[in-house]
């Protein structure tokens, strides 16, 4: 099992990223993905989830309606797509699998700031 995370960076705050996470070695169409954070001297958190088919997606209350997970079966990716960023956005991003344990990518930094 592989995720690989892309997308992250420098923005400024109002600004938007999109950030992808390339999925292989298991059956990514049988799934539910998610997307967690990790700011620095904090707890992971839990960020947004979709499932299998991308018709479910739930949301943390710090990013709804700001933020917007969707996912492409045939290219076995998932995406966040980060509107309105904010400096309290700042942190490590990661995608995460469960199938028989957790899974976790290598993460994607997002830094907001002017």
């Known amino acids: 099992v592989q995720l690989v995370e892309s997308g992250g960076g420098l923005v400024q705050p109002g600004g938007t990223l999109r950030l992808s996470c390339a999925a292989s070695?298991?059956?990514?169409?049988?799934?539910?993905m998610r997307w967690y954070r990790q700011a620095p001297g904090k707890m992971r958190e839990w960020v947004a989830g979709?499932?299998?088919?991308?018709?479910?997606?739930n949301y943390a209350d710090s990013v709804k309606g700001r933020f917007t997970v969707s996912r492409d079966n045939v290219k076995n990716t998932v995406y966040l797509r980060m509107n309105s960023l904010q400096p309290n956005d700042t942190a490590v991003y990661y995608c995460n699998v469960l199938l028989q344990a957790d899974y976790w990518g290598q993460g994607t930094q997002v830094t907001v700031s002017s």
């Open positions: 979709i499932s299998s088919l991308g018709s479910i997606t």
């Open positions: 070695g298991f059956r990514f169409i049988n799934y539910g």
